[in-house]
């Protein structure tokens, strides 16, 4: 008998000022396919997020396989099933490229396979060392609905394939290939999830589930495909932490965001010449930290780079958390400690380094914290999070008296 | 006397704010209170034209 | 137009602020010249003190309405939240403002960077601003509601804290003058004066969040009303 691999029970679900879903209820089973039916704004994508543990609950709550991963009690736990998706943004940085991004979808899942038969069938061959700000919005899309397929084509134990509207921009042919993924998949014992309004994706559907009534319609998918075995590799899932560092190393944001205040206050404090041998212990201890200080205030660049396309909410669905820079603030601080240590009192000191270190890494991930907090806002970046930094130099001057008494 | 100065000023211009504060916030309710009235008043109008009809 | 509860509150708080700031002025005793650099500015208390003890009601309400938003997901919660909001970030202010001035008298400068009082409330006061500004800039909805509830819920740590400041970090910032173990250092007329400015700022504080949480359901109820409109025109 097949397994139930997803169920929502009695969920409610508020976006704004509505209620989206009341007292709704989903299940699907090893094999099943189920299309989300409904007008626009009738909840399909509110459902699917929901189910991906990405949107809190009011009421009910949210199984995959056997076990509670979100309910209304604000309980988030990780899935026991691999879990795979692709919502309406494409949840991938423009940094990325193909073939990394394709890569990390899979070892989410804690295997990998070769997948150029899957770039083939939905011509991205020759884009598959591109980077995905290079490719076209249809490209795009292709990429972002294969990093939810091949998760469970890679995985050997039953996955929850999560697609929101995946045939938004495709054409004709790549149509044609994600019905016939889907059809392996189902037969293969995965279940999926689609919201869609494509009367081909639609023959695909084992139960046609209808928004907002909750009204569930069994269907004999239309469409066969055929199943073929792919040779599959164990590998360790990418941490957030791995990703953030990868990507800043890439695109040097750290440079441009956090080296560039460090420099510019060591820059501004060594203008005014040497006049730190008049200083106070507390003083001077005071201005060699500050580039550090600056640096950690300006927060963590990945924040505001994962913005682009949800990214942010793809790793939180299929991973611990959202993309962080990790070590690097804590490295940033020693090496701008060092030199201002250098610059304003030709010292070398051990001790400064590493407090350099900790202050940057831990004002910015402080300020990371702050930020992801007001990641549901409907507008993040108009949320006025900067005013809230004032609360770090109190720990700061506490931290120099410490230091110097 | 430059201390009796200072907190004068001082004092004078923390009760104007908050006389000003006061009275913004006065103003602001009953303001909204009239608009609410307005906006009633258009919505029967409306009902009572959707029911004739 | 008649005159609500709020509205009167806001009449008689103000009327006894007027009068406690002009008591303090002509008829308070001066304290000691040897132990203040600024006598006269020592008067500033009478605001300072009563302003702080509005303050702390505000965020008391404040903590109260993101509470019972979060775990009641009740209306007068969040009106609550709102009104503790702004009068938090009033009071706050008004508590700031009145340290700063007294601080340039007697430290020489406005600001001490390393009194942990001072800025636990400085910061407290920043939360409020965040708050009101913050909210001012997103559209009403449960994320909306839900995030600065919770930003309201971990800023009342800081009240407890800014409490407790001055009596594990006593830096720059004056101990306390009432509720300590002594029965603290006022005369007789000083205590009065200092109550009755309590009393007043109590009663202000109040009628403004009873005003603002009126202005919260006209706001409430006239978006319904234009989406009626909406829907029908």
Redesign the interface.
């Known amino acids: 008998m097949a397994k139930t691999l997803l169920e929502a029970v009695n969920i409610e679900v508020r976006r704004g000022m509505g209620v989206v879903l009341s007292n709704h209820n989903l299940l699907a089973k090893q094999g099943d396919v189920v299309v989300l039916e409904g007008a626009n704004g009738s909840g399909k994508s509110t459902l699917i997020e929901a189910i991906a543990r990405l949107l809190p609950l009011e009421k009910g709550h949210v199984n995959h396989g056997e076990m509670l991963v979100v309910d209304h009690e604000g309980r988030r736990k990780p899935s026991p099933l691999n879990v795979s998706l692709a919502l309406q943004k494409n949840g991938a940085l423009g940094s990325e490229r193909v073939k990394e991004h394709l890569e990390i979808a899979m070892k989410m899942a804690g295997q990998s396979l070769d997948f150029s038969p899957f770039l083939d069938a939905f011509s991205l061959t020759h884009r598959a060392n591109d980077c995905i700000s290079n490719l076209s919005q249809g490209q795009a899309r292709k990429v972002a609905v294969l990093a939810a397929l091949l998760p469970a084509f890679a995985s050997s134990n039953p996955s929850i394939v999560l697609m929101d509207e995946p045939d938004a921009g495709l054409d004709e042919s790549s149509i044609e290939a994600l019905c016939g993924c889907i059809n392996e998949l189902r037969k293969a014992g995965h279940c999926l999830v689609i919201s869609t309004h494509d009367e081909r994706v639609k023959d695909c559907a084992t139960t046609k589930h209808h928004l907002p009534s909750g009204r569930n319609t069994p269907c004999e998918p239309q469409q066969k495909g055929d199943t073929s075995s792919h040779s599959t590799s164990p590998e360790s899932p990418v941490s957030p932490s791995r990703f953030g560092l990868t990507m800043q190393w890439r695109t040097l944001a750290w440079l441009n965001q956090n080296a560039m205040a460090a420099l510019l206050t060591l820059g501004i404090l060594m203008a005014m010449g040497p006049w730190t041998d008049s200083l106070t212990e507390l003083q001077q201890l005071g201005f060699i930290l500050a580039p550090a200080l600056a640096a950690g205030l300006c927060g963590d660049a990945m924040v505001a780079m994962c913005r682009e396309e949800r990214t942010n909410a793809w790793w939180r669905a299929v991973s611990t958390g959202p993309p962080h820079s990790g070590v690097l603030p804590f490295l940033l601080g020693a090496v701008v400690t060092m030199a201002s240590n250098f610059a304003l009192v030709s010292e070398f000191s051990a001790i400064n380094m590493f407090v350099g270190a900790l202050l940057t890494g831990i004002t910015s991930h402080v300020l990371r914290l702050a930020h992801q907090s007001t990641e549901r806002l409907a507008r993040p970046q108009a949320v006025f999070i900067g005013l809230l930094t004032p609360v770090l130099i109190l720990p700061y001057a506490l931290l120099l008296d410490m230091l110097t008494r | 006397m430059e201390?009796?100065t200072?907190?004068?000023v001082?004092?004078f211009g923390?009760?104007v704010a908050?006389?000003i504060?006061?009275y913004t916030?006065?103003q602001?309710?009953?303001h909204?209170?009239q608009?609410?009235d307005a906006?009633?008043t258009?919505?029967k109008v409306?009902s009572n034209d959707?029911n004739e009809e | 137009m008649k005159m609500k509860v709020g509205e009167a509150l806001l009449l008689f708080g103000f009327i006894g602020i007027a009068l406690t700031m002009m008591l303090a002025f002509l008829w308070a005793p001066s304290v000691s010249i040897n132990a203040f650099e600024s006598p006269a500015a020592q008067r500033i208390f009478y605001w300072h003190v009563p302003s702080a003890w509005a303050a702390f009601i505000a965020f008391g309400v404040l903590f109260v309405g993101s509470a019972g938003w979060m775990f009641k997901r009740s209306e007068l919660m969040w009106r609550l939240h709102i009104a503790g909001s702004e009068a938090g970030l009033a009071t706050g202010l008004m508590v700031v403002w009145s340290g700063c001035v007294w601080g340039a008298a007697e430290w020489g400068t406005p600001w001490d960077w390393s009194d942990v009082r001072l800025n636990s409330f400085g910061l407290l006061t920043l939360l409020a601003v965040y708050l009101v500004l913050g909210r001012g800039s997103q559209p009403d909805g449960v994320e909306t509601r839900d995030t600065f509830a919770a930003f309201g819920l971990y800023g009342f740590i800081l009240v407890p804290f800014t409490y407790v400041a001055t009596r594990i970090w006593a830096i720059r910032h004056p101990g306390p003058v009432v509720g300590t173990d002594d029965g603290g250092s006022l005369n007789a007329d000083m205590g009065f004066l200092l109550l009755f400015g309590t009393l007043s700022f109590t009663l202000l504080i109040v009628g403004h969040m009873l005003t603002s949480m009126r202005i919260t359901s006209f706001e409430q109820r006239i978006e319904a009303l234009q989406k009626t409109l909406d829907g029908g025109v």
Request: glycine share 8%; proline share 0%; aromatic share 14%.
């Open positions: 201390g009796m200072y907190l004068a001082a004092y923390m009760i908050v006389g504060w006061t916030v006065v602001r309710s009953r909204l209170s608009r609410m906006l009633e258009a919505v409306y959707s």
